[in-house]
């Protein structure tokens, strides 16, 4: 019976020490083996020996990319005003070994130093350009920080500031500054509207008044057109009508016609004129009327006898 739990104990100290012996690293991490508190090897992912009491595994690291808060703190800007500033660390580590013996706490010592280097990238701006630089700022942080955990064993990948906070005071000073630009901002806008408007309305009168006098002139000429068209057309017909009576004097009996004509034409007018007059005037001499009188008669007594 002593045989057979001496066996049983055996072969529990016998699995005890295989599965002592046995280290499973998981994926993406690092074990630090120490032999007699030295250090040993780095194991990777997979299945390891350890050889128990001789050999330990000292440190356990994630490679994988770390994100580390950088805790609030206030910074003062090239131009006096106080900021509270936050931001995140991501970073990773690529030496297991120098990040076990580099440094007692990488994390720690990552996160001030990125404290200490973002209070001095604030610092070289103003506050306007605080807000407008941050990328140039993330990148300053993460060069420098980079440089100094490199004995480390440490690559800082990126550095985001999350929020850039300034005091109340400036807040509100802030806050008149943009409310004055934004009036300013208006007032420029409604004058620029003020002259364009007005000098939309000084072109449309001035091409109001260059189609009006446009139009004028077209008038005028379009009536001394029709008048000189008219003139003519009249100088035309009396030259024609002249034409024509000429052409009835040279006819036989055509004085005769035309001075018998004349005297109708100048009968009627004296008799309108003395019937409009209170008193008979006579225009001609009697010896003109009497001649004019016997040159007529003749044709009259022909005209007559037929």
Same mark, same amino acid.
Request: glycine residues 6%.
């Given at each position: ?16 020490? *295989? ?16 032999? *007699? ?22 440190? #356990? ?11 609030? $703190? ?23 070994? #120098? ?29 306007? #350009? ?64 003020? #002259? ?43 030259? $024609? ?9 040279? $006819? ?8 018998? $004509? ?12 003395l019937k409009q007059s209170s008193s008979s005037v006579l225009p001609l001499e009697e010896a003109g009327l009497k001649g004019l009188l016997d040159s007529v008669l003749p044709v009259l007594k022909k005209g007559g006898t037929k």
């Amino acid at each position: 019976m002593a045989v057979i739990i001496l066996s049983y104990l055996l072969a529990f100290f016998v699995l005890f020490i *295989f599965f002592k012996l046995l280290r499973i690293v998981p994926e993406q991490e690092a074990f630090v083996i120490e032999q *007699f508190g030295k250090y040993k090897k780095t194991l990777k992912s997979g299945l390891h020996l350890v050889i128990p009491i001789i050999q330990r595994v000292a440190y #356990k690291h994630t490679l994988k990319e770390e994100v580390i808060d950088v805790e609030p $703190q206030v910074c003062i800007t090239s131009d006096n005003v106080q900021v509270t500033v936050d931001g995140i660390l991501y970073l990773r580590v690529t030496n297991p070994e #120098k990040a076990s013996y580099g440094i007692e706490n990488y994390r720690h010592a990552t996160a001030y130093l990125a404290k200490t280097t973002m209070r001095s990238e604030i610092g070289r701006l103003e506050l306007d #350009k605080t807000f407008s630089e941050r990328d140039m700022i993330n990148n300053s942080i993460v060069k420098a920080v980079d440089e100094a955990s490199d004995p480390w064993g440490i690559k800082v990948t990126r550095y985001e500031l999350r929020d850039i906070s300034p005091a109340e005071t400036t807040l509100k000073a802030m806050e008149q500054q943009m409310r004055a630009e934004r009036e300013k901002r208006a007032e420029i806008l409604t004058s620029e509207g003020v #002259k364009i408007s007005r000098i939309n309305i000084s072109k449309g009168e001035r091409e109001a008044a260059i189609n009006l006098s446009r139009g004028e002139r077209q008038k005028r000429i379009n009536e001394a057109e029709g008048k000189a068209g008219a003139i003519g057309s009249l100088a035309e017909a009396t030259a $024609q009508s002249i034409r024509e009576v000429a052409e009835a004097i040279n $006819q036989e009996k055509g004085r005769e016609a035309m001075n018998l $004509q004349i005297v109708e034409e100048y009968i009627e007018t004296l008799g309108e004129v003395l019937k409009q007059s209170s008193s008979s005037v006579l225009p001609l001499e009697e010896a003109g009327l009497k001649g004019l009188l016997d040159s007529v008669l003749p044709v009259l007594k022909k005209g007559g006898t037929k």
